[in-house]
């Protein structure tokens, strides 16, 4: 009799053969108690899943696994284990499995087949045993995911030569119907019979054939495009729908199913839809009742071509049936106050040739003029005038209102935790948060930090007690990867070169520094020689936010700080000037000893708006008799560190700008004098930057909440960089700067500029709001933005056409009037070009700035210079034609258009 032992060996020393000669002739029990030491040994095995000697024993495991279970699930489970990976690459074949399984019973066998039919298509079970498995059992074929896409599979390649093409393959398959039937119901199907290849020919010549049912693949493809997907699933079902060549009783019957994929299904099924209902419409099959809810649903989608295609079916059909306008020119009620000034044009167009004259109009007349109290002035004059009605029904119009963004106001951080375990959960959590949600929180990273020095100094003992489920899961003890280095359990923090990092690396070097995780010859050189040394301009925010958390790590293994200085008052990261005298009066009292970077950065976010209490500070700050007391009364005296005015200059292919030297900040400690450090317009490439990659960008609008023009002068280069060469751009740090402190200057407009540019909708949004922020907080110089666009149009080094769409965007959220102010000084210059602007560009730009000039009436859109001689040229071009609409909605009267004033603090979307 066989042993454990004499089979276990077998299996280690990767022998199939021998494996299964020992198990020939044991009965269903002796087999069976196996099992105990087959399930051993694989435990054993799957501790190093691809070590030589696991890979050796599995294929013989594999099916000693199989031949001693006697359970269908059992024997499935094995079968289908990751770490025995049995399939094409396996040495065990599926003939050596149905050998081993063809005596347990036709039940068994469809109940094992069953089961692994029932994994899912990634799984991956071999076809060739499951459609085995079904021809042993002599069952019907599981119709399920896993099982039809390996019958996809199978019948697309041939294995032998004498196989035949797909065609044959499938002519001579007993399966065929239930097969094709599940290939409607299955998510995705279309992706996988689209890249096979011959697929959609071969079941459109076996349907003509009558193998497969018709109904059956027209009502299939129907139902699979009822329920959408993604493109490629969708085209192949409504290419196999084409080709099916309906007629026209075949499509008179499924009326139903055209008007629900015209009204909700993907673009490209809709047209198809919509060109269906068309021609049963113009043949009489379809009333004018259903006509028009039709178009309702079809004149709502936002896709164009469907519009224009469904207005000229309308138009086509009341040519032969008049006595059908009323139902169906009251579904123009969208088009008429649609986006685009063409497709209102149509509407308008078809309303007026075919709209009854009174009374048999009337009420439609009503229902049309009720939309037009949300139209622009220039349409809403027109729709008036074609459907008749005088200055009384205008009376009803709501003046011009524009909505801005709210201005937000900063919010005080919440009182310093409480407790250590509350410190704990904190950092916890902001950890656990990750470092691009750990920079939009600036208020949460600040009080944390302070958390974590204040409770090290009040009672070490217990926040380390507090910390310990925190610290088990940090790289550095061991309890995780660095997200940096890969390094299990060895801390780059040893290293005494200290290199640069974000936020969340930096709560880890605090962290590590309590826990003596972090060499202190490395904290005081870091100290010392005032953290790493950077040659870029954005380097320097990155090294001013590293040398205080240098400092802190130092002080917490020297000389704990009872709290810091530098703490914010405000979640923008301002820091009220009484509340760093209150601080200093403190460390006074306690005899603590004031950090020089924590001080400094004290200094640079002090918010120096208020003359008093500025004043007040300052005679408090000389009182306490201290250097930095003095210190402090002088920059506040000053009224901060006085930065120099900066000016746009050329930088090579693009637009740059230069700033002198700031004295002021030249004096403050090391690690904050590159901030001071005069800006070129070359600047520096983020590519190349050994700050790349910190993740700190959308905390710098906080380490200088007063001084948005010094960040957006150093941050400048790498967004305009990043447009020039057309790639992903990071412009979420814009709509900071914009609601951060300080006088916008060439800089922050510069900034905002190339973020229009962005190549991707998803990076334009940002800069848009920044740009609708700027003008809430009456920070906007929209004459000189409109210069600076018009620079970065006429360089030719940006792509025009994406300005259009993001001022589009900013017109249509509510602030027609902005977008209005920036493009009639941006548009001359375009206008007057020596060298002609892009047409289609240009033609987007004054069809925007048209949108605006409607909608807000003159006066405020008033005549833009040049248009003129761009209106009178000949030909209807869309640069022409807006041209000529622009100088149309510019030369209307006031009365046109009673003009609402601005409200800020509507949500901006």
Known sequence: ???????????????????????????????????????GLRAELRRDPWAGASRTAYPPLLAAGVACQRGAAAVASWLTGSDLRFGAGSAVTAPTVLRLVEDRGADWLADLAARL??????????????????????????????????????????????DGTLLERLRGDGDLRPMVGALFEIEDMGLLLDGAGAWSGALLVLTGEGLLPREVMIDGCLSRLLRGGRAGDVRFFQNLLTGLELTARE????????????ADGPSTVAGHARTVLGELALDGTLSASALAEISAAVLFRPEKKLIRAQLTLIGRYLSRHTDAAG????????????????????????LARHLPPPPDGDEVRQALAADAASLPAAPRERLLRVLGLGAEADAVFEPYVEVLPPVRAPRRLAPPPATAAEVAEETGALLASGRRAAGDDVAAFERTLDGLVRWAHRDREALLGALEPVVATRWWSGGGRSPRDGMRGRSRFTHHAPGSFGLEHGV??????????????????????????????????????????????????????????????????SLEPADLVGGLEEYRRLEARVGENDFAQALLRLRLTDPAARAAAAGRARALGTPEGERLAQWLDAGGPGLPQG???????LVGVEYAEAPALQRLPRGFRGLGMPVGAQGCDHAYCPARGTGL???????????????????????????????????GLLPRLAESGGDPGPALRLSVAYGLFARSAEDRLPAVEALLLLAARGDLDAEATGADLATLVLSGTVVSSRLAKALRTAAHGGAGRTTWSVLRCLLPPLLEAAEPVNARALGDLLAVAADCAERIGAP??????????VAERGGSSLLVAQARRLRAATAAGTALSPVGGSRSGEAFV
Not at 509 to 521: F, N, P, Q, T
Not at 647 to 653: K, L, N, Q, Y
Not at 702 to 729: F, I, K, M, N, Q
Not at 861 to 866: I, K, L, S, T
């Open 1 to 39: 009799m066989t042993t454990g032992g004499e089979l276990v060996t077998a299996i280690r020393a990767g022998d199939t053969v021998r494996t299964l000669d020992l198990l020939e002739g044991l009965s269903a029990a002796e087999r069976r108690s196996l099992v105990p030491e087959l399930r």
């Open 117 to 162: 039919a029932a994994r899912p298509a990634s799984a991956e079970v071999s076809f060739e045993l499951m459609s085995g498995l079904v021809r042993l059992a002599d069952c019907p074929p599981p119709v399920t995911e896993g099982y039809v896409t390996g019958w996809v599979r199978h019948r697309t390649r041939a294995v032998r030569a004498e």
């Open 251 to 262: 499509r008179r019957q499924r009326v139903a199913d055209w008007r629900a994929l015209a």
């Open 327 to 350: 139902e169906l020119l009251a579904c123009l009620g969208p088009v008429l106050g649609h986006q685009d000034a063409a497709l209102r044009d149509r509407a308008l167009a078809l």
């Open 508 to 573: 880890d070097l605090v962290l590590a520094s309590l826990h003596l995780a972090v060499k202190l010859s490395a904290l005081h050189s870091a100290v010392v020689n005032a953290g790493p040394e950077y040659s870029c301009v954005h380097g320097h925010l990155a090294r001013a936010f590293q040398i205080r958390l240098w400092e802190v790590a130092h002080r917490l293994r020297t000389d704990p700080q009872p709290f810091l200085l530098s703490t914010p008052t405000w979640d923008d990261g």
């Open 647 to 653: 000016r746009a200059v050329p930088a090579g292919d």
């Open 697 to 731: 960008e959308r905390y710098w609008p906080a380490l200088l909440p007063g001084h948005r023009e010094l960040v957006a002068a150093r941050t400048l280069r790498t967004l305009s960089a990043s447009v020039y060469r057309d790639g992903p751009v990071d412009t």
């Open 860 to 869: 405020d859109a008033a005549p833009v210079r040049g248009v003129d001689a």
